[in-house]
T-cell receptor, first 114, second 115 residues
Framework: ETGVTQSPTHLIKTRGQQVTLRCSSQ?????VSWYQQALGQGPQFIFQ???????GRGNFPPRFSGLQFPNYSSELNVNALELDDSALYLC?????????????FGSGTRLTVV | DQQVKQNSPSLSVQEGRISILNCDYT??????FLWYKKYPAEGPTFLIS?????DKNEDGRFTVFLNKSAKHLSLHIVPSQPGDSAVYFC??????????????FGQGTTLQVKP
């Protein structure tokens, strides 16, 4: 059973650029959530995708968007990058669908905006 | 507005002793509380959870206690082992969030277990 895989592991971008982060869910998991973890803080919920649709969103602006594909993999897109977007981005997948909490987290993508 | 707080950034205990990690919350509308453990360069790993209708849940060396009147929960690790050294996050799921997967995390407590 494979876990959650995120790519890339590290990324450096310039302010104003756009970035796409990728996540492969654990085998059979159909729900994906994305979290942002700033340095010294706990993860903050960005949004969740279930059956290829966003079904929950945290306090993040519209320039944070996502996709879920038929194979349940997912992308997080961030437009017009700001310095404060520098963080660890975590993807988590679940088999239970909405309502489950037994998420498996990936190791994250470390994004640095300069 | 930090709804879930872990006020101790770090904790150091001796191997074999008890580790107690604390978490406070301000919102009564949480239905589940969870603890995650995170090693460097890895994602958080689910450790143990407790429903808001319970006051204790035990799993091996790990026990979580929930005091609803005080809006406080704690994670007890007995006996502590050096491999338990990690960052521990308390998280809560709100009623009505069951369909969105939203968890609210605390800031984390770094536990160091000394041999």
């Amino acid at each position: 059973e494979t876990g959650v895989t995120q790519s890339p592991t590290h990324l450096i971008k310039t302010r104003g650029q756009q970035v796409t982060l990728r996540c492969s869910s654990q085998s059979g998991h159909n729900t994906v959530s994305w979290y942002q973890q700033a340095l010294g803080q706990g993860p903050q919920f960005i949004f969740q995708y279930y059956r290829e649709e966003e079904n929950g969103r945290g306090n993040f602006p519209p320039r944070f968007s996502g996709l879920q594909f038929p194979n349940y993999s997912s992308e997080l897109n961030v437009n017009a990058l700001e310095l404060d977007d520098s963080a660890l981005y975590l993807c988590a997948s679940s088999l239970a669908g909405p309502g489950g909490y037994g998420y498996t987290f990936g190791s994250g993508t470390r994004l640095t905006v300069v | 507005d930090q709804q879930v707080k872990q006020n101790s950034p770090s904790l150091s205990v001796q191997e074999g002793r008890i580790s107690i990690l604390n978490c406070d919350y301000t919102n009564s509308m949480f239905d589940y509380f969870l603890w995650y453990k995170k090693y460097p360069a890895e994602g958080p790993t689910f450790l143990i959870s407790i429903s808001s209708i319970k006051d204790k849940n035990e799993d091996g060396r790990f026990t979580v206690f929930l005091n609803k009147s005080a809006k406080h929960l704690s994670l007890h690790i007995v006996p502590s082992q050096p491999g338990d050294s990690a960052v521990y996050f308390c998280a809560a799921r709100g009623f009505g969030s069951s369909n969105t997967g939203k968890l609210i995390f605390g800031q984390g407590t770094t536990l160091q277990v000394k041999p």
